[in-house]
Structure formats: structure tokens, C-alpha cells
């Protein structure tokens, strides 16, 4: 899709403009699956487990059923459909085994959503409950009970994961490049460190809702909270073994994803309620607790990176072991761990290699796809090993990264060739260290911080992330001419925030030459009605859809251009156009408009010829291939978007308090398609990434019992907790088979943000910290070389904090 | 969601206690309710009744006078403690303690009485309202009683009140009037959070005054000390006196370094 | 059950409400306004902000029990004769809002902080909008679109608005 257009060029893409869907947001108009109530709608709530390992001996669930009101109440047993995105482990319900501490075991379909409640808290199940395993480490022992004893026996896509039947391996993924042994001998240095990250929470402000009406004949109706409708539809259909034409998805608005949201999550346990209540909808909304424990969280990461480095500086060879806690179950965890193997170097060459990446089960609420897939659980590793490495060779950080950085000609660690049309992670390492005056410390900015007792430190940290996704990735955007010559698309690529919407109707705009205020990106999205796409995930909805958008266009407009030449006896290639019509180019005075072509065009005479006018754009990923099991090698990216941050921090030497003063991120985007959009894309993923660098994370009991499920004490970032300054940047080096040169940046602000906040502070203090969060008892107790907190698996019984309300829950147990 | 409960909205205090004289082992007293409707929710606590005091005009009562102090009624919310002139005058360290409690929107409905009533060890009016000497004053059909700050909680979230009396207002004596002071809180944010430790203090010609939260079961006040004291026999009588626990939040261990710090601070600063 | 008659947004009600619920899924159930939103039911992310007799509040924690002789402001309050607010519109013109989910709550507590300080500066600002989660944003922009609106007369507009109606509430 190659536009060299320069920007003096374009009227719409790259420029400033309102997003298509605020009015509503700030009128309170737009609808969201939490706001709607269908006729005949019942209420549901689910039975949830205390334990994190446990045997269902019984479920008694006869005083719900006798309950008046309740209209249906289903456990595990009846709910014999195994559901896995990529290996098929997951019950709808726990059937004889809970696996982790909020697993559903049954559900109750009520009129109201009191008599829902009750009715679950009638429920009675009798457990035995059984030691479980929490910690990756020792889910891999060899004497270790097994999560899932039948692993061996679930299907699975074999072209893309190894399970490791009788273990507690749900995948196993590798990269082999060069002698990695061999670099190690010639290196002159070797550092070897191990990182950690806990579990953390998307946190969508909209927690999970799904509305499931299971029809007569087997139709059923989902609307729900969603990221991608087609994938809903496809795992629902393949799960309960239905036609995909039964399957109707609708999405509306969505109150966040970030990635919690991105395949199938309630809807099935909300669809068999619906079928045992007699097919009436039934709605089922987490709360903000379940939200936490029922549903999925992002895996735990425990990172171990060796790397042998010449006298240059130059990297020989690095050896990288990722154990991936993803939880009782496998969900996307298989692929971020595969996802996050062939770019777990970043964005740096990597002449020999060895990586293994392995997802682990344990007794834990599991981990799904969440904004990053994996690449900022291991750029905290891999960014803070950088500096590491850095100090240990008696290098500057950001002239140690330069060096190795990805360059035109470097190879990845899967084989791929760096061209020029990339990116370019060096003008973004540059320009980030610039915009935070990285190298120096000015006395102003000391005295200020001096004010208040703190040292300034100051880091750079470099990112790169490519979509993981099928090779076989496309999507289609149709694209309809109005009656009056404005223009409707339909897609089903959803627009939960990041604005990708106003970007594809600025390109529309833009192919179409008309006013963006004349298209319309239809906004709810609907899998009888909208034509396909595959996930709204990875950050590849703005070049896979902007490419589709841009063919659709294309599409249309060479439909028009077909009627027009016979209106206008000639051929097609004499014509152009413009927002309101298609004339002849060399006499501009003949022409026909797009409203007399819309729907048909009519002869003054009444003859008719055309018709309604349509545009179809397809796109699909091209030239992707799979990965070689063995090694690794092969093409699985069509893009790859780099970055930096750059941030200072200041830090109190004596207590570990510190404030951030600023953070600069810097993205090769290709081409800014909407500066304000990339703008809050680049903040919103900043702040997200610093609520998880500084305070966020979960908390267990060494029963497994989770013990923040709530904003008491799973705090995320509120408005004063963001950097006294903030800038962003767009580096421009075309993707050429972006549209218009663009890429995603979705994802990508958000990764490496706590490698930086990690090197900052170490700068500051000489702290040196592996493990996350990096709360200020953590720094303390790093600048006073005390022993790290274990604040991931406690060894108090039931974390002892009394003021907390589901803390005392527990106490009753 | 709440269980089913009645609600009651007496407008007189006779009516109040009247009532609590029959109900009120099954009855949750509230005002601003975001203690309460939290544990409700939570399933903790399932009271028949709910009694809401909003209704009665004497408990919305904030006023000051050089002779009694200051009278905060029960439904006193933060915001309007906040607003009120004679409270940052005459008492600062309960405005920054008040400051530094929620958010703008829970300080709307969360009151000065609500915070010591729940009693959380984390709460963050305790420390303030025992070291500036306030006296509870609880009322029930058969009587009334005042006691000092310092008897009125007795443990986690538990205080001497019973389940026919209210507590009707606090009264902060004006001795400590005028006291210059502080409260350093410590949270995991900068944005809202309980405390995860804090320290409340007053220095007067008479004497420095000390308070701990979030430390112990209950606030840790400290005895007096004389206006020359020195920081270090302060900071050492501190860690004495408190017993901080290890959980979610923090450790004992950085708690202990942070109280230290904290009055390190405190007393530099005032 | 409890009568209560109350106005919202100007419109006079009077309803049998349940005594145990909440004014939060009162006004989305029961009147059908459902601009107000629900993130976490315990008064810690202000997505369910209104403003009751002039006080931004967290919905979730009122009852509706408490508001006879309330008069109540949603978000659904702020179009007036199909105009946006000043504010509305710089949300808007600055990317305010992503996703949209705590969009409503923050316009409220915005309303609140601009009739208390007509001309806020930035960290009046985040103390003020402190207390509304947004995950999305960053609150970065949303900062913006209020300093603003400020600067473009978003007070006076409330002021005026409230002046009309008799007084700062209905």
C-alpha cells in the first residue's frame, strides 16, 4: 500500500481532527452491554471458588433451584465443552477439579439479580481441598502435581505449540540462532541476572458483561463487552459444535479491553444459563472482584537473561529462559509465550541465540492476552539488563544500546532482515535521550530536587513489538454509498478508545477526497451484518483495516468510475474526482456526482444503469510464514514498531519515596495518522505501564487465596500519579506497506516503562531492583541491600491486613 | 448489591434513640455510609435496619467557640469540616488529616464521627482527634456519656459503643487550639489510599503531642513530651509502643523506618 | 419500599423505590438514565459520580432512599436545547475521552470542581478529577480540556445555567 504522499499533500490523515465517537461518550448516549436490559431478561451470578486447589466431592444446588425466581441453575457436570483458544483445557464450569481461587463452579439465571445472589449463596458445595501449586518454579518439579493430568489428551494447534504432556508445560516455544555457546567462550564479559513481574489486571473500567439469548434451532444471540465479535462467534460455534451462521455476535461500545477482552471469556457459561432458562436472555456483569479472580489476569514472568559481550561492546550471544506463570489455564498465555520468544531480545541484534519459553500451569487465576503480549512483562527484564550489562562493561546505557540496536541489514532472531523501511529504533533511542536531557543534570533540575531531600536519576529505554498473530491474519471493510453522496463503513475491527476508527475514516476521507464529517464508520459492530476481521488485538488494526479501508475506497471508487465512464462516454482513465462527484479531467465542466451514482444512476429518459454503490476491501497479512518448532526461524512479523522512553526520576535516598518528573516517548509510527489520537494512545500506555511499575500487582496467600481482588489494594494510577511533564514524539519512517506509511502503537507505549523507571532510579540511588512492582519499600529496601519482599506469594496465612473488607472474608473460612 | 434491609430516617434524636432502644442490636447507625454500604456489599455485615441520622439538625452541627472548642455533629461530613475557616486556624493537623482522607466525592458523604466509629487502624481522624484531646459524646434513651478519644476505640474496628447509642458529636477542647502540627500519611500512590502508616503531631509551649496509626490494633498515642525533646527520644518511644504487622500493604519492618522518618520530619518542620 | 419525589436534571419525580438500593441502580434501572456507570460498586473509582443537592457524590454508596426533596444532576443534564457544554465540547476537541466508560462520572466531578473554582490551575485540576479513574487516557488530555474550558468561560456557563434555573439546583 504504498503512499509517498507527503503531508503538504494530505487533507485528512496526518492532520488534527475531532474523533468520530466522542458526542456520545460526553452526552452519556452511547450504549455499552452494562447499560442494556432486553425483555424477558434474567439476572445471573456464579458460585465461585475459595480454593485454589480443591476436588468437588458434590454440588447441592437444590434450595437454589427451589428458590422462587430462579429460573435456571447449571454446574460443571452439565457443561461437558472444553473451550481453548489454542489448546482446549478450560471447562465452562469446574467440573471436578477447581484449578484456581475464583473459578466458577455453578450459576444461577434469576429474575432479579438479588434472587441471583441468594440463590448462589444457597448453593453448597462440598470440597476437598488439596494442596496446590503456586509457584512456577515449582509446578516444573519433577514430583509436581499436575494442573492438568490430561493434558496429553486436549487438542491443540499443533502448527504453532508443544505441550509437554505430564508436566505442567502447556507450551514450550524456541529459538535457535547460531552457537550460543560458542559466543559465550569468545565474549569478554558474561552477566547473568534473572527479572520478575507479578500478575497484574487489565482493569477496563467496564468490567466484563455478556447478554446470551439461546434461541429455538440452536440460534444464539451474544452481545457482550468484547474486543473481537468474529473470534467470539468462531470459538462459540467450534465449542458448542454449532454452524457459525447460529452464531450472532453484536459488540457496542466497550469500556476498555486492553486485551482482557480480546477472544472468549463468560459468554459460554452465559449462553448454557440462557438455554436452561428456556432460551431467555441472560445477563451476566462481573463485579469489580470477579473482575480480579474469575476472570483472567496477565501472566507472571520470571526472566532469566545471560548475555556475552565483546571488549567493543558489541553483543556475541544471549541465552534467554522465560517461565511464563499463566495460571490454571492455557487461554493466550501459549501465544504470548510464543509471541514474546522470537522478539525476546528487543530491539536488538542478537548475532546468537537461544531462547526457551515456557508456559507453566499453576493453582492460579489464569493469564490472558493483555496490552503488550507479553513484551512488557519481559522488557522489564531485558530493558533492565541493558543498563546492567551497561554498567558491568563500564559503557554508557544509551551509547550500549545504540551500538547493538537493530539496524538496516541486522538480522532477528528468527532470520528476518531488518530493511530501511522498518523503523528506526536509533532516532527513537536519540530523540527520547534528548527530550529528557538524558547524559546531564542540570543544576536547576538538582536544586529542585535537593528541595525535597531527592537525586535525580534519568534513564533511556528502547522497545520493539511486532503484531503476533496467524500468518494467515485479514479483515474486510465494506464501504456504502449514501443517497446523498456521504458514506458509510462497516467493519468489525472495534474502536474501544484507541481512535482507530477516526484514523480509517480519515483515510476514507482521504481516498474519497471528501469531507471527513461525509463518512461514517458505523459504530456497533454486528457478525450477521459486518464483514469479517480477526481480533482487534496486537496493533495491527490500523494497517491490516487502514489497508482494507483504503481498497474499499479504491473498490467503490472504481465502481463509480465504471458507471460514470458510460455517463460520461469515456474511459475510466480520463476521469478523477473529487468529494462531491467524478468529472472528465480535461473538461472538469462534465461531470456526475456521487449522489446521482449512490444508489443508481437514472437517465433523464429513465433508463437506468449501475446501482448501488458498494466497495469491498480485503486485506491479509502478506508473506508471513510459520515459525520452525525447532528453531524459531521463519517471518511471523508484518510489522515491527520501535520506541523509547525516556524519564527522570527523583528519588529520596533515604526512604525509597519518589516522584516521576518526566517521561518523553518516542514511537517510528510510520506516519501520524491523528496526532491527538497517537498522543493519548502514547499516554494512556505510559500510565498504564508506571501503575504497573509502581504499584500494581497481585497478592496471594501461600494457599493461592488472592488477596487484593479490589481497589483497596490493587490500586492503579489516578491523576495525581502521573509525571509532573509528559511529551510524546512521532519518528516518520514509512512503513511502505502501511496505509499512507502508518503503523500501530497500541500496544507499545505501555512496554518498557518500568525498565526505565528501574534504571532511573538506579541511576539515582545505585537501588537495584529485578523484581515489580517497584513500590518505595521495595527501593528501600534494595538501597538498603535488605532482602526483597516476597509481595507475589505471601507467607502469611491470610495476608493479616483486617481493614480490608475480603480480607476479612477469609477470616470466617 | 446490598441485602434487603428497611431504612429509617428519624428527624428528631428522641426518635433516633427510641428506636435504637428496641432495634438496635439489628440496626447500622450511618451518615455518610461509604464505610458501611462497602461492608454491607462485601457480605460482612447483613442489619435489618438502617438508620440514617442525616435528618436530624442537631447532628449536622459544626461550630467553635473559644470556651467549649470545637463541636463537630455526627453527619459533619469531611468536606464541610474542611471548609469550615475556624478548623484550619484552630486546629490544622485535622485539616490536613481531613485533606488527606479519600477522595473529593467520598468527602461529601464520609464524616468525622463515621471515620472513629469504624475504627479502622488505618483511619485518618483517629490520631488527630486523640492528640488534640477530643471527647466522644454518645447518647441513648437512658443517658448521655462522654469519654475521651483515647477510650473510645478499644480494638480493630471496634469501639465502646452500644447498640442503643449514638454518638452525637465530638468535641475538640481548645487547649491544643492554635497548635502547630502535622500528619504525614504514607500510601502507595499519591492518589487516594488508606494509610499504610501515619503519624499525627502537635507542638505547643506545653507540651509535643504524638499519635501513630496504622501501626497497631489501635491509634498509638504517645505520652507527652516536653516541648524540648529531643527527636530521638521521640522516635525510640515510638517504636516501642507500636506493634505493625506485615501484609499487603507493607512490612513491620519499613512501617517502623517510616514512623521514624515521619517524626524526623514532623519535628523539623514544625 | 420508600416514596421519594426528587427532580433530575430539572425534571420533577416521584417513584417507590426499593430501600435498599442503591441511587446508582435506581437512576440506570429505574429511570432508565444510564449515562451514570458502574466500575466497582465500593466508592473508590468515581465512574458513578452525580451530583445530589450540589455535591458530587459517589452513587454507588447513596441510597435512593435518601433523596426525597433532592434535586439530583447526570450527565444526561448537560445537553441543553441539543447544545454541548463548553466543557462537553473541549472534552471533545482535546480526546477526552477513549473508551468512554468513566466519561460521565468525570464531566460530573468537573461541573462540581468548576462551580467551587471557576479558574482552576493544573494541580487544582488533579486534585479535583482525583478521585475518577481513567484507564485509558493518562488523564493527560483531560486535564487539558478542562484548563481549557475553564479558560473559555465553562464556569460562567454553569453559573449562568444554574442562575436561570433559580439557584444552583432545581
Known amino acids: 500500500m504504498l503512499d509517498t504522499a507527503a503531508a503538504s ?275 451476566f456483569m462481573a463485579t469489580r472482584e470477579e473482575e480480579f479472580s474469575l476472570l483472567p489476569c496477565r501472566s507472571q514472568l520470571t526472566y532469566q537473561i545471560k548475555t556475552g559481550v565483546a571488549k567493543d561492546g558489541k553483543i556475541l550471544g544471549q541465552k534467554m529462559t522465560m517461565w511464563w506463570d499463566a495460571g490454571a489455564y492455557a487461554d493466550y498465555a501459549v501465544n504470548v509465550t510464543r509471541a514474546s520468544s522470537f522478539s525476546a531480545a528487543g530491539p536488538y541484534e542478537i548475532p546468537n541465540a537461544w531462547v526457551d519459553s515456557y508456559t507453566v500451569y499453576t493453582n492460579k487465576p489464569f493469564g490472558t492476552a493483555y496490552r503488550g503480549f507479553g513484551h512488557v512483562e519481559f522488557h522489564w527484564g531485558l530493558e533492565r539488563h541493558m543498563d546492567l550489562i551497561a554498567e558491568a562493561i563500564g559503557m ?192 472538469a465542466d462534465q461531470r456526475v456526482s456521487f449522489r446521482q451514482l449512490a444508489i443508481g444512476y437514472a437517465y433523464p429518459n429513465g433508463n437506468a444503469i449501475g446501482g448501488p454503490l458498494v466497495g469491498v476491501g480485503r486485506y491479509i497479512a502478506q508473506g508471513l510464514t510459520n515459525l520452525d518448532k525447532e528453531t524459531g526461524a521463519g517471518h511471523p512479523a508484518i510489522d515491527w514498531t520501535y520506541g523509547a522512553h525516556g524519564m527522570i526520576v527523583a528519588v529520596d535516598p533515604k526512604t525509597g519515596e519518589y516522584d516521576v518528573l518526566k517521561v518523553a516517548s518516542v514511537f517510528d509510527a510510520g506516519r501520524v495518522v491523528n496526532p491527538d489520537a497517537f498522543r493519548g494512545q502514547a499516554i494512556g500506555g505510559m500510565i498504564q505501564g508506571l501503575g504497573t511499575a509502581t504499584v500494581e500487582g497481585y497478592i496471594y496467600d501461600d494457599k493461592g487465596h488472592l488477596l487484593n481482588p479490589s481497589f483497596t489494594d490493587n490500586k492503579i494510577p489516578t491523576a495525581k500519579d502521573i509525571p509532573f511533564e509528559i511529551e510524546t514524539f512521532g519518528v516518520e519512517t514509512p512503513q511502505v506497506d502501511g496505509p499512507y506509511g502508518a503503523r500501530g502503537i497500541a500496544e507499545h507505549s505501555m512496554i518498557s516503562v518500568a525498565a526505565a523507571l528501574g534504571n532511573a532510579i538506579q541511576d539515582a540511588t545505585g537501588a537495584e531492583l529485578t523484581h515489580m512492582p517497584l513500590r518505595f519499600e521495595d527501593v528501600w529496601r534494595a538501597l538498603n541491600r535488605k532482602e526483597a519482599v516476597d509481595n507475589w506469594i505471601t507467607k502469611s496465612p491470610y495476608g493479616s491486613c483486617k481493614s480490608a473488607p475480603e480480607i476479612q472474608k477469609h477470616a470466617c473460612d | 448489591m446490598l441485602h434487603d434491609f428497611s431504612y429509617h430516617r428519624p428527624e428528631t434524636l428522641e426518635e433516633a434513640l427510641n428506636f435504637l432502644a428496641q432495634h438496635g442490636p439489628d440496626t447500622a447507625v450511618f451518615s455518610g455510609g461509604t ?216 512490612t513491620a519492618e519499613y512501617r517502623t523506618f517510616m514512623v521514624g522518618e515521619f517524626i524526623t520530619r514532623l519535628m523539623e518542620r514544625i | 419500599m420508600k416514596t421519594v419525589k426528587f427532580t433530575i436534571n430539572g425534571d420533577v419525580y416521584e417513584r417507590s423505590v426499593s430501600e435498599h438500593k442503591t441511587l446508582l441502580h435506581f437512576l440506570r434501572e429505574d429511570i432508565g438514565l444510564t449515562g451514570t456507570k458502574e466500575g466497582c460498586g465500593a466508592g473508590e473509582c468515581g465512574a458513578c459520580t452525580v451530583i445530589v443537592n450540589g455535591k458530587s457524590v459517589n452513587s454507588c454508596l447513596v441510597l435512593a432512599a435518601e433523596i426525597d426533596g433532592a434535586s439530583i444532576e447526570t450527565v444526561e443534564g448537560e445537553v441543553v436545547d441539543g447544545k454541548l457544554t463548553i466543557v462537553q465540547e473541549k472534552f471533545d476537541e482535546h480526546h477526552a475521552a477513549q473508551c468512554g466508560f468513566c466519561t460521565p462520572g468525570m464531566l460530573m466531578t468537573t461541573k462540581d470542581l468548576l462551580r467551587r473554582n471557576p479558574h482552576p490551575n493544573r494541580e487544582e485540576v488533579i486534585d479535583g478529577i482525583e478521585g475518577n479513574f481513567c484507564r485509558c487516557t493518562g488523564y493527560q488530555q483531560i486535564i487539558e480540556a478542562i484548563l481549557d474550558a475553564a479558560d473559555n468561560g465553562a464556569a460562567d456557563e454553569i453559573a449562568g445555567r444554574d442562575a436561570a434555573k433559580g439557584g444552583k439546583h432545581a
Not at chain 1, 433 to 438: H, N, R
Request: aromatic content about 6%; glycine content about 8%; overall charge neutral.
Open chain 1, 9 to 283: 499533500e494530505l487533507k485528512y490523515v496526518g492532520k488534527v481532527t475531532r474523533r468520530v465517537d466522542t458526542i456520545e461518550k460526553v452526552t452519556g448516549q452511547a450504549m455499552y452491554v452494562s447499560d442494556m436490559i432486553l425483555p424477558g431478561m434474567l439476572y445471573a451470578r456464579v458460585k465461585t471458588s475459595p480454593h485454589a486447589r480443591a476436588r468437588i466431592r458434590s454440588v447441592d444446588v437444590s434450595a437454589a433451584v427451589a428458590m422462587q425466581g430462579v429460573r435456571a441453575v447449571v454446574t460443571g457436570k452439565e457443561v461437558p465443552f472444553k473451550l481453548g483458544l489454542y489448546v482446549e483445557d478450560k471447562d465452562i464450569l469446574a467440573r471436578d477439579e477447581v484449578r484456581h481461587f475464583g473459578e466458577g463452579v455453578a450459576a444461577v439465571a434469576a429474575d432479579t439479580l438479588e434472587i441471583a445472589q441468594k440463590a448462589v449463596d444457597a448453593i453448597v458445595v462440598d470440597y476437598e481441598e488439596l494442596e496446590p501449586v503456586l509457584h512456577p518454579r515449582d509446578a516444573v518439579k519433577k514430583d509436581a502435581a499436575l494442573i492438568h493430568p490430561d493434558l496429553g489428551s486436549y487438542g491443540f494447534m499443533e502448527s504453532a505449540f508443544t505441550p509437554i504432556p505430564g508436566t505442567n508445560i502447556a507450551n514450550l516455544s524456541k529459538v535457535r540462532k547460531g552457537d550460543v555457546e560458542k559466543a559465550f567462550e569468545e565474549a569478554e564479559w558474561i552477566i547473568e541476572r534473572e527479572y520478575t513481574n507479578p500478575s497484574v489486571q487489565h482493569v477496563p473500567m467496564e468490567t466484563h458483561v455478556a447478554i446470551v439469548q439461546w434461541g429455538q434451532n440452536d440460534n444464539v444471540h451474544i452481545w457482550s463487552s468484547a474486543q473481537s465479535p468474529y473470534t467470539l462467534r468462531n470459538l462459540f460455534a467450534l465449542s458448542f459444535g454449532l454452524p457459525h451462521r447460529n452464531v450472532r455476535v453484536e459488540v457496542p461500545y466497550v469500556g476498555g479491553g486492553f486485551g482482557g477482552k480480546a477472544g472468549i471469556g463468560i459468554e459460554p457459561l452465559v449462553a448454557v444459563l440462557s438455554k436452561a432458562a428456556k432460551g431467555r436472555p441472560v445477563k
Open chain 1, 396 to 587: 554508557d546505557a544509551l551509547e550500549f544500546r545504540l551500538k547493538n540496536a537493530l539496524k538496516p541489514g541486522s538480522a532477528t532472531l528468527t532470520g528476518e532482515t531488518i530493511t530501511e523501511h522498518t523503523g528506526n529504533i536509533s532516532a527513537c533511542l536519540k530523540k527520547a535521550a534528548e527530550m529528557v536531557g538524558y547524559g546531564t543534570v542540570t543544576e536547576e533540575e538538582k536544586a529542585k530536587a535537593a528541595a525535597s531531600g531527592k537525586k535525580i536519576g534519568k534513564s533511556v529505554v528502547g522497545l520493539h513489538k511486532a503484531p503476533a498473530m496467524p500468518s494467515f491474519t485479514a479483515t474486510t471493510v465494506i464501504l456504502k454509498m449514501n443517497e446523498d453522496g456521504t458514506v458509510t463503513a462497516n467493519l468489525t475491527l472495534t474502536d474501544y478508545g484507541q481512535g482507530t476508527y477516526t484514523a480509517l475514516a480519515q483515510m476514507i476521507a482521504e481516498r474519497l477526497r471528501m469531507p471527513m464529517e461525509r463518512v461514517k464508520i458505523a459504530f456497533e459492530s454486528d457478525t450477521d451484518r459486518d464483514p469479517y476481521d480477526w481480533q482487534t488485538v496486537a496493533s495491527k488494526g490500523l494497517l491490516l483495516s487502514g489497508n482494507a479501508a483504503i481498497l474499499a475506497a479504491d473498490d467503490l471508487l472504481e465502481k463509480a468510475y465504471g458507471d460514470a465512464a458510460q455517463i460520461l462516454r469515456a474511459i475510466p482513465q480520463d476521469l478523477d474526482h473529487d468529494g462531491d462527484g467524478i468529472f472528465l479531467r480535461h473538461r
Open chain 2, 35 to 250: 464505610d458501611l454500604f462497602v461492608v454491607i456489599r462485601a457480605g460482612l455485615v447483613k442489619p435489618v435496619h438502617v438508620l440514617d441520622l442525616k435528618g436530624i439538625a442537631e447532628l449536622r452541627e459544626l461550630k467553635w467557640s473559644a470556651s467549649e472548642g470545637l463541636s463537630i455533629g455526627a453527619c459533619v461530613t469531611i468536606n464541610e469540616l474542611l471548609e469550615y475557616p475556624h478548623v484550619k486556624k484552630e486546629f490544622p493537623i485535622l485539616h490536613t488529616a481531613g485533606e488527606e482522607l479519600a477522595t473529593f466525592q467520598l468527602r461529601n458523604r464520609a464524616t468525622v464521627i463515621g471515620n472513629i466509629v469504624t475504627a479502622s487502624p488505618c483511619g485518618d481522624m483517629s490520631g488527630p482527634l486523640y492528640i488534640l484531646g477530643g471527647d466522644v459524646v454518645l447518647q441513648s434513651a437512658s443517658g448521655e456519656r462522654t469519654l475521651p478519644m483515647g477510650k473510645f476505640i478499644t480494638g480493630v474496628k471496634q469501639t465502646i459503643i452500644q447498640p442503643d447509642e449514638i454518638v452525637t458529636r465530638i468535641i475538640v477542647p481548645p487547649t491544643w487550639a492554635r497548635a502547630p502540627g502535622g500528619y504525614e500519611k504514607l500510601k502507595r500512590i499519591k492518589g487516594h489510599d488508606l494509610g499504610v502508616v501515619s503519624v499525627s503531631m502537635i507542638k505547643h509551649k506545653k507540651a509535643i503531642r504524638c499519635a501513630i496509626g496504622s501501626a497497631a490494633p489501635k491509634p498509638v498515642l504517645l505520652p507527652d513530651f516536653p516541648a524540648d525533646a529531643a527527636v530521638e527520644d521521640i522516635k525510640s518511644k515510638a517504636q516501642e509502643m507500636i506493634s505493625p504487622i506485615d501484609d499487603v500493604r507493607a
